[in-house]
């Protein structure tokens, strides 16, 4: 598996070339509410497209906060904006393209987290399980926009976001195997530390909320740490199988 480019650069860049959806802090559907009064919109200058753009990422993350999934439409997110169907293919190629466009707008905030602890360690396997504790916290703060992007059917920008979230943690992976802490092949170790951690939220996120474990943090921080030290088993066990 081959993957190349600047995973920071990758993560942390608006999806899909556009402008960035709903961050967090805003509404979301778990839990926080919000309003989808339609509302009329004036007529961009000439040039201002990207003002549209805008506002119809808006208008389907308020949808999605409001109504779930079933509820962004192409005709509903027209609607709320104040404009025709056919100019929101302008701007999207279809619905699909419009739904990950939304949900990857939060993701910038998983580079964020991955970065802060790069810069609050020097040693790699505990930036391991601090990242690894990031992705599923992360996992579970967004649920809805997780699911769609990671389990969902993959487009162009979901799988770019897929390779910066792989890149971050193989770059831990390899600097632990440097250090002597893991060994073997870093692409196959990164990519079952991957299942894992994708593993712990998936698990959470199908189910009603009312199943999920009251101790969210400490839920994350085992599971995030049956994840590493299974690496470093791994890892111990098939060192002679794995080739550095």
């Avoid at 004036?42 to 308020?62: F, N, P, Q, V």
């Avoid at 839920?219 to 890892?235: F, H, M, N, P, V």
Wanted: net charge neutral; proline share 4%.
């Amino acid at each position: 598996m081959t993957r190349t480019g600047s995973a920071s650069a990758s993560l942390n860049s608006s999806p899909s070339g556009g402008a960035k959806a709903k961050g967090p802090g805003q509404t979301t559907t778990d839990g926080r509410a919000s309003t989808t009064e339609g509302r009329r919109r004036s007529r961009a200058k000439r040039g201002h497209g990207g003002r549209l753009r805008d506002e119809l990422i808006e208008a389907a993350g308020t949808l999605l906060d409001d109504a779930g999934e079933d509820g962004v439409t192409i005709r509903a997110v027209a609607q709320t904006v104040g404009v025709s169907t056919p100019s929101v293919y302008l701007h999207f190629d279809n619905r699909l393209e419009l739904l990950h466009t939304v949900c990857l707008g939060v993701w910038d905030e998983l580079g964020r987290r991955m970065l802060s602890i790069s810069a609050q360690t020097t040693d790699p396997f505990a930036e391991l399980h601090q990242r690894s504790v990031a992705y599923i916290r992360f996992g579970l703060d967004h649920p809805l926009r997780y699911r769609l992007v990671a389990t969902g059917p993959a487009t162009a920008a979901t799988e770019q976001v897929a390779d910066a979230c792989f890149r971050f943690l193989r770059e831990t992976v390899q600097r632990c195997a440097d250090a002597g802490v893991l060994h073997g092949d870093v692409t196959a170790l990164t990519r079952a530390i991957c299942a894992c951690l994708h593993g712990a939220v998936s698990l959470l996120i199908l189910q009603p909320t009312s199943k999920w474990p009251h101790d969210i943090p400490q839920y994350a921080d085992d599971a995030a740490t049956l994840t590493c030290q299974g690496a470093a088993a791994l890892s111990r066990a098939h060192h002679g199988r794995y080739e550095t």
